[in-house]
């Protein structure tokens, strides 16, 4: 069965800081990998996805994430972190019936 | 970029009755998904939807669920006799195909709260 683990509850960075919310993956076969971030009170957010391809890759503000075959993982990073920056990061896979099947969550915080 | 959408915001009910909550997907997409969060846990699968049937449902949805695309824009999800445990975040999701490299648009969401 598909699933995603994010081993980190909470992850606490200092704003200008980089960051790194991690996320490992256990796939039979191509994993198609997301992250979604949820801001209080609103809804989840796509910031990018790994289908193929380059193993960094790029997304919505700023944001990137690294695809690492060896490691199953797909860490989720930034340079440099901003205080609007918090959240709650979600990562998730896409199983072959088209559902997504999300992690645990990591609640990000981004003191100035 | 497009928007699902989703009302009510927030939603009140007493243990037993019924709710309805309502999602309009986004025009030209073709899979419809419900999720719901429960306070403090994971976001989870409820169902999926598909040229208006079913295409896979989870554990948690059992006979006092439903959904229904009743005309070309909406797509709701009932709850028949609703339990205090059904009191979550629920998520509505489109996505345009059903393959796995295609992204899910979500709502931002009802908060159920049964009484």
């Known amino acids: 069965a598909q699933s995603v683990a994010q081993p980190e509850d909470q992850v606490k960075v200092a704003e200008g800081n980089p960051l790194t919310v991690k996320c490992t993956y256990s796939?039979?076969?191509?994993?198609?990998l997301f992250w979604y971030v949820q801001y209080p009170n609103r809804g989840l957010q796509f910031l990018l996805k790994?289908?193929?391809?380059?193993?960094l890759v790029k997304g919505s503000y700023g944001f990137e994430a690294e695809f690492n075959k060896s490691q199953t993982s797909f860490h989720l990073k930034k340079p440099s972190a901003l205080v609007s920056d918090s959240a709650l990061y979600f990562c998730?896979?896409?199983?072959?019936?088209?559902?997504?099947?999300f992690g645990q969550g990591t609640e990000l915080s981004v003191k100035p | 970029e497009p928007e699902v959408t989703q009302t009510p915001s927030h939603q009140v009910t007493q243990m037993g009755q019924e709710v309805i909550l309502r999602c309009v997907p986004i025009?030209?997409?073709?899979?419809f998904y419900w999720y719901r969060q429960i306070l403090g846990q994971k976001v989870e699968f409820l169902v999926s939807?598909?040229?208006?049937?079913?295409?896979?449902k989870s554990e948690i949805f059992d006979d006092q669920f439903s959904v229904e695309r009743p005309d070309g824009s909406n797509f709701t999800l009932k709850i028949r006799s609703t339990k205090l445990e059904d009191s979550a975040m629920y998520f509505c999701?489109?996505?345009?195909?059903?393959?796995?490299?295609?992204?899910?648009?979500f709502g931002s969401g009802t908060q159920l709260s049964v009484l």
């Open positions: 796939v039979s076969g191509n994993p198609y």
């Open positions: 998730a896979v896409r199983d072959i019936w088209g559902k997504l099947i």
């Open positions: 790994y289908i193929t391809g380059d193993n």
């Open positions: 999701a489109s996505s345009e195909g059903g393959t796995a490299n295609e992204k899910l648009l």
């Open positions: 939807f598909y040229n208006n049937e079913i295409s896979e």
């Open positions: 025009s030209n997409h073709l899979y």
